[in-house]
T-cell receptor, first 112, second 112 residues
Framework: QKEVEQNSGPLSVPEGAIASLNCTYS??????FFWYRQYSGKSPELIMS????GDKEDGRFTAQLNKASQYVSLLIRDSQPSDSATYLC????????????FGTGTRLLVSP | EAGVTQSPTHLIKTRGQQVTLRCSPI?????VYWYQQALGLGLQFLLW???????NRGNFPPRFSGRQFPNYSSELNVNALELEDSALYLC???????????FGQGTRLTVV
């Protein structure tokens, strides 16, 4: 099992809908989780970090962490065409130095 | 505060040549990650440096190497360039375990 797994998509949602992006992780990953957005040809940019079970909201974005089920998700409310991008999930490994590992990303397409 | 800076932004090299890419982390960040991203594909982990030490290496041949300097800047060297080395090379810096990583704008390498 890979450390962090994501469905590659594409996930297609209409403008104004809620986009739900999911990520599962292995026993080798814990403690800290991050969501990044990457537009085509650009570098990833950090959207949110989450460390504790539950929800964390920032504007239209909500990150959810469930350590018992080993998944982390990102909800995007009122999706806009400008949200169309690849979303990368990342987590810190359970090693002494907490290596950061990334999923392969989910492509989101928001149609007008 | 300056973000992660990479140089050069674009580079064209001939097959068989050698190239050096550079990364300056955010001030105070001691950890640097290098990734390769071929067109349309996900991030491929190359190297991880922390406090001047190589902590981990991805599944790449030995002609990919690097180092981290006392000021925590880093360079990635690729010898004997091959056509398939054409990609976006991304550097990310991190301030420590459990913290977010931030990416530079990347270096677009084209091997002809």
């Amino acid at each position: 099992q890979k450390e962090v797994e994501q469905n590659s998509g594409p996930l297609s949602v209409p403008e104004g809908a809620i986009a739900s992006l999911n990520c599962t992780y292995s026993d080798r990953v814990s403690q800290s989780f991050f969501w990044y957005r990457q537009y085509s040809g650009k570098s990833p940019e950090l959207i949110m970090s989450i460390y504790s079970n539950g929800d964390k909201e920032d504007g239209r974005f909500t990150a959810q962490l469930n350590k018992a089920s080993q998944y982390v998700s990102l909800l995007i409310r009122d999706s806009q065409p400008s949200d169309s991008a690849t979303y990368l999930c990342a987590g810190g490994m359970n090693t002494g130095f907490q290596k950061l590992v990334f999923g392969t990303g989910t492509r989101l397409l928001v149609s007008p | 505060e300056a973000g992660v800076t990479q140089s050069p932004t674009h580079l064209i090299k001939t097959r068989g040549q050698q190239v050096t890419l550079r990364c300056s982390p955010i001030s105070g960040h001691t950890s640097v990650y290098w990734y390769q991203q071929a067109l349309g594909l996900g991030l491929q982990f190359l190297l991880w440096y922390d406090e001047g030490e190589e902590r981990n290496r991805g599944n790449f041949p030995p002609r990919f190497s690097g180092r981290q300097f006392p000021n925590y800047s880093s360079e990635l060297n690729v010898n004997a360039l091959e056509l398939e080395d054409s990609a976006l090379y991304l550097c990310a810096s991190r301030g420590g375990s459990y913290t977010e990583a931030f990416f530079g704008q990347g270096t677009r390498l084209t091997v002809v």
